[in-house]
């Protein structure tokens, strides 16, 4: 974690760690957040095929570790959010209740709400 703060904090010059303000705190104000992404391609490090499957045992052998007492398993990163991703989109998509899909559809919260604003909202 401490690296995720450093490269998306410290080396943009950006607040980092308990300096980053509060995203529930003042709604109004701008907030100074960065962001980082590495994208590496593992062909040029090693052979795609062993990377492959040594990717694959380590999923496995992270699914194989028994779970602690009231889990049924243990995921890796991500693992979840395809099997929900799957799920909803096999099933025709997220539920949703009609009161909250009206209210995101309705002009309350956007269409051209924010045109005058910068991309912080300031």
Known sequence: ?????????????????????????DCSKGRELGHMHIVMDPKRFTNIEKFMKNMSVTCDELNAIPPADGYDKVYYPGERAVMRRDKYHNNGGIEIVDAIYEYLKSDAIHFNRYDHKNRFAE
């Open 1 to 25: 974690m401490m690296m995720v703060d450093i490269f998306s904090g410290i080396l943009l010059g950006v607040p980092f760690g308990k300096h980053v303000s509060s995203m529930y705190h």
